[in-house]
């Protein structure tokens, strides 16, 4: 057996309930924090999030470098060198073809931008030919903003159906309140940290939210399965014995998670690393909330627990 493995101990007893009251007050200051950082000046569409193509609009040149295949790091260092901003640059279709896109800056001309990348890219690929080039306006990019912060919002409130189905519905409010936790927090890290705001960022946000009410249903499962085994533990040792016992599977698969997107975030590209941070992140703070944020809402509201002593089993009749 791979001996590091033993470091994780087999059972562990810490009082996490202790913490709470600590942990409210922290996590209180770090979403006003957010909020305030992400939602200040307050000017459309993205407020204190630097938005990208998707949401403040900009150019797409579809192009080809038919018969050869398309350098695709050729392509976008040459758009970084332009100061363009947010650049996006990806494979589409056959091998020589590729899809662009950047932003216009501010005060120039879109036609004039893009004739300039066009040129940009014909020197540095050699023979380009440019099947289409497309403005995406303020207007579309809005729409896009408003249907990336519905799917999110949508996203929440099926949470919040299921939860109370499968639980109560304290249990389903304690997951939403930590699911709000983490999607804020989230935009905080997005802000504070001057990542681009995009449709990419807006799905790293959706897994953020699908992993941490996975982490939370893990543990709300063990909590029902303790309540009716231990009928008369008080209800803050119930929930720390529940947290304590799915703890190693929490870390384990965390760290797993981290270990794959720290490799995405060297590996992958400077496309691809700012969603691995964010990502990392959001598995951070969604263990973090699964145990002091949703389970604290559970010890405020409380829960009902059936004090009938379990009906004993009776012994099977033998057939002759």
Not at 54 to 60: A, I, L, R
Not at 272 to 278: Q, T, V
Not at 286 to 299: E, K, M, N, Q
Request: hydrophobic letters at 50%; aromatic letters at 10%.
């Amino acid at each position: 057996m791979w001996p590091l493995i033993k470091i994780l101990p087999v059972k562990t007893n810490f009082a996490f309930v202790r913490f709470a009251k600590f942990a409210a007050v922290l996590s209180i200051v770090m979403v006003l924090a957010s909020l305030g950082r992400a939602l200040f000046p307050f000017e459309p569409p993205c407020g204190g999030l630097s938005c990208g193509i998707d949401f403040k609009g900009g150019t797409v040149l579809e192009l080809s470098t038919a018969p050869k295949a398309v350098d695709l790091g050729a392509v976008r260092g040459t758009l970084e060198r332009m100061n363009l901003g947010d650049v996006q640059v990806q494979a589409f279709g056959a091998d020589s073809s590729a899809l662009v896109r950047f932003q216009t800056p501010e005060g120039a001309s879109p036609s004039q931008t893009a004739d300039r990348v066009k040129a940009a890219l014909t020197q540095s690929l050699g023979k380009v030919t440019f099947a289409r080039a497309d403005v995406v306006g303020p207007k579309v990019s809005g729409e896009l903003f408003q249907s990336g912060l519905m799917a999110l919002g949508l996203a929440i409130g099926l949470m919040l159906v299921y939860i109370w189905f499968r639980f109560e519905l304290q249990f389903g409010v304690g997951a939403v309140v930590a699911l709000f936790h983490d999607v804020i927090l989230t935009f905080g890290i997005i802000a504070f940290a001057g990542f681009e705001f995009s449709l990419t960022t807006v799905a790293a946000i959706l897994t953020i939210i699908g992993y941490s009410m996975n982490d939370t249903v893990v543990v709300f499962d063990r909590l029902r399965e303790n309540l009716r085994k231990y009928k008369r533990m008080p209800l803050r040792e119930v929930i720390d014995l529940s947290i304590n016992e799915t703890l190693s599977r929490t870390v384990i698969t965390g760290l797993t998670a981290i270990l794959a997107l720290g490799g995405l975030a060297v590996f992958g590209g400077s496309s691809l690393y700012s969603m691995s941070l964010i990502l990392m992140f959001g598995i951070i703070i969604g263990t973090y909330s699964s145990i002091y944020v949703a389970a604290p809402v559970i010890l405020l509201w409380g829960v009902k627990r059936n004090d009938e002593e379990a009906e004993p089993l009776k012994p099977a009749k033998v057939q002759p």
